[in-house]
């Protein structure tokens, strides 16, 4: 029992720094005055962040209440689904007259979804991941980033951290250079997508699935917003995963507003939302000062961070096993010209 009690405060001590670091990632998420800030700083920026609204919140979201409120009570008055006085109508002839109304309102419905709302849809999705990648451009530069490595302030104090910085090269220049960031966006594009596949299933998981997948989300929207900011501050992909996973806490606090505000609608009404706020919480995560909020946290703990949690181990598993299948050739390997 006694030795019992050591384990049972390292626990509380755990949970409580856990708890902390959830609560500055949910409150530095909610900072939504410096989005303004910035906006005033950058007339592009205020610009790009106005179109991003204007199509996602008021062409698309407008479409879909103008549906709700207005095209179907329309078509329901036109095409009813009971008659006041069926007295003078054969049982048989009122149902089918129900059924054809019925088939004609729902068809007419589809045909609105069909040549207007996904049409919108894959405009929108395409035209917004130009302009999300525009807005984090905009914001970094009316921030002031020089484009160095903001992870940096972490390495230099950390204990943890600083032992896997002393053995790190530096990444060649010229092509090679060229060549290793196309395959970090090959593999992140990869780990994502898997990702991705892996928090859609837990939603049908019993019992448990909902409250796993509001925290997967969670992970996998601040990781999306931040990862605008480590690519302009070109920190390199390993580095990227160590600092996340190695502070969930604080990018599960920080993913959760974006989830609550898409968690309970429908999936259109929910990108819609998500559309509209994405690119305000990349504008917090660009000006978000994480590294150092985490650092300050770690030196009240005196230097204990918490338990790495391998969130993306099986995304990185699996995409290490595609990419092996991808054959490729060494120098070695290629035949010599001389030879031809």
């Known amino acids: 029992?006694?030795?019992?009690?050591?384990?049972?405060?390292?626990?509380?001590?755990?949970?409580?720094?856990?708890?902390?670091?959830?609560?500055?990632?949910?409150?530095?998420?909610c900072c939504l005055h410096r989005v303004v800030i910035l906006c005033l700083r950058s007339r592009n920026l205020l610009i790009r962040t106005g179109q991003c609204f204007l199509l996602n919140g008021f062409i698309f979201l407008g479409s879909i209440l103008v549906l709700k409120s207005i095209v179907i009570p329309t078509l329901k008055w036109i095409l009813p689904d009971h008659f006041s006085d069926i007295s003078s109508q054969e049982p048989s002839t009122f149902g089918s007259i129900l059924k054809l109304y019925s088939f004609l309102r729902v068809g007419l419905v589809q045909l609105f979804y069909l040549f207007w709302f996904y049409p919108l849809y894959v405009f929108s999705f395409i035209l917004s991941?130009?302009?999300?990648?525009?807005?984090?451009?905009?914001?970094?530069?009316?921030?002031?980033?020089?484009?160095?490595?903001?992870?940096?302030?972490?390495?230099?104090?950390?204990?943890?951290?600083?032992?896997d910085n002393s053995g790190s090269t530096e990444k060649p220049a010229g092509l090679g250079r060229v060549m290793i960031g196309i395959g970090e966006q090959v593999y992140s594009i990869?780990?994502?997508?898997?990702?991705?596949?892996?928090?859609?299933?837990?939603?049908?998981l019993p019992y448990i699935g909902k409250a796993l997948n509001f925290v997967l989300l969670s992970w996998m929207y601040a990781y999306y917003c931040f990862e605008y900011k480590w690519n302009l501050s070109e920190v390199a992909l390993d580095r990227r995963l160590d600092f996340f996973e190695s502070n969930w806490a604080f990018f599960a606090g920080f993913g959760s507003p974006c989830v609550l505000a898409i968690f309970f609608f429908s999936p259109l009404v929910s990108y819609g939302v998500m559309a509209v706020l994405f690119p305000l919480f990349v504008l917090t995560a660009t000006s978000s000062?994480?590294?150092?909020?985490?650092?300050?946290?770690?030196?009240?703990?005196?230097?204990?961070?918490?338990?790495?949690?391998?969130i993306f181990y099986a995304a990185d598993t699996l995409s290490m096993q595609?990419?092996?299948?991808?054959?490729?050739?060494?120098?070695?390997?290629?035949?010599d010209n001389k030879e031809l």
Do not use: C
């Open 1 to 29: 029992m006694e030795t019992a009690k050591p384990l049972i405060r390292v626990f509380r001590s755990k949970v409580k720094q856990a708890s902390l670091l959830w609560l500055e990632g949910f409150r530095e998420a």
């Open 129 to 163: 991941t130009i302009w999300y990648n525009e807005i984090a451009k905009f914001g970094f530069t009316a921030m002031g980033r020089d484009g160095h490595n903001v992870l940096e302030p972490l390495s230099q104090d950390d204990p943890t951290t600083a032992s």
């Open 190 to 204: 990869l780990l994502l997508s898997i990702f991705f596949l892996e928090v859609y299933a837990t939603g049908f």
């Open 289 to 310: 000062e994480a590294e150092q909020l985490v650092l300050s946290q770690r030196r009240r703990w005196k230097g204990e961070g918490l338990i790495r949690l391998p």
């Open 322 to 335: 595609i990419l092996s299948l991808i054959p490729l050739e060494s120098p070695e390997q290629m035949p």
